[in-house]
């Protein structure tokens, strides 16, 4: 049973492209969420979706950043017009369902570097 | 607003010695604690975990203390081993949110020396 896939590893855009990161959750999974790491610091919440549908987005920035989970494929977290300020390691976490006793399973990530 | 404190960057321990991680939080409304550990490349794995209505939890080598009056709780490590060195986040959950929206600390890196 393959875990959590996210690709790709590593991403590197220039100021004012678009990045684009997907996450493939693991089999029988249909939670998502998305986590962002910077530098020195621990990983805080971005966004939690099931199949097409964004359940709580109360940790995405309220410009440039999106995410989606659509009825067929990965999730998608998109920036547009990156910053310097984006360069994180972003990880995709998964679970099966919504319990209290209820662990993420998280993938590998993306490193963005935006130069 | 750092909610979750790991105020030790990194802690250095023998082989076959105890580790203790410590992790402290401001918000009451935290009811679920864990653990996850983290090695270079790769993402958090979940370790233990203990719920506020519990004051310890063990698994195997690991045992998690949470004192709520104090808010604060530990990871203990027992004995420890040259593959327990990485780093380790606390993470808490708050009542009424999503159970996978958790709320991270900075992280310990663990040194176990052979």
């Known amino acids: 049973n393959a875990g959590v896939m996210q690709n790709?590893?590593?991403?590197?855009?220039?100021r004012g492209q678009e990045a684009r990161l997907r996450c493939s959750p693991?089999?029988?999974?249909?939670?998502?969420?998305?986590?962002?790491?910077?530098?020195?610091?621990?990983?805080?919440?971005?966004?939690?979706?099931?199949?097409?549908?964004?359940?709580?987005?109360?940790?995405?920035?309220?410009e440039r950043f999106s995410?989606?989970?659509p009825k067929e494929g990965p999730s998608i977290l998109r920036i547009q017009q990156v910053v310097r300020g984006d360069s994180a390691a972003y990880f995709c976490a998964s679970s099966p369902r919504q319990t209290e006793n209820e662990k993420l399973f998280f993938g590998s990530g993306t490193q963005l570097s935006v130069l | 607003d750092q909610q979750v404190k790991q105020n030790s960057p990194s802690l250095s321990v023998q082989e076959g010695?105890?580790?203790?991680?410590?992790?402290?939080?401001?918000?009451s409304m935290f009811d679920y604690f864990l653990w996850y550990k983290k090695y270079p490349a790769e993402g958090?794995?979940?370790?233990?975990?203990?719920?506020?209505?519990?004051?310890?939890?063990?698994?195997?080598?690991?045992?998690?203390?949470?004192?709520?009056?104090?808010?604060?709780?530990?990871?203990?490590?027992?004995?420890?081993q040259p593959g327990d060195s990485a780093v380790y986040f606390c993470a808490a959950r708050?009542?009424?949110?999503?159970?996978g929206k958790l709320t991270f600390g900075q992280g310990t890196i663990l040194t176990v020396h052979p």
Not at chain 1, 8 to 14: A, G, M, T
Not at chain 2, 17 to 27: F, M, P, V
Request: net charge positive; hydrophobic share 35%.
């Open chain 1, 8 to 14: 790709p590893r590593h991403l590197v855009r220039r």
């Open chain 1, 26 to 62: 693991m089999k029988g999974h249909s939670h998502v969420y998305w986590y962002r790491q910077l530098p020195e610091e621990g990983l805080k919440f971005m966004v939690y979706l099931q199949k097409e549908n964004i359940i709580d987005e109360s940790g995405m920035p309220k």
């Open chain 1, 67 to 69: 995410a989606e989970f």
């Open chain 2, 17 to 27: 010695r105890i580790s203790i991680l410590n992790c402290d939080y401001t918000n």
């Open chain 2, 44 to 80: 958090p794995t979940f370790l233990i975990s203990i719920s506020s209505i519990k004051d310890k939890n063990e698994d195997g080598r690991f045992t998690v203390f949470l004192n709520k009056s104090a808010k604060h709780l530990s990871l203990h490590i027992v004995p420890s």
């Open chain 2, 94 to 99: 708050a009542g009424g949110t999503s159970y």
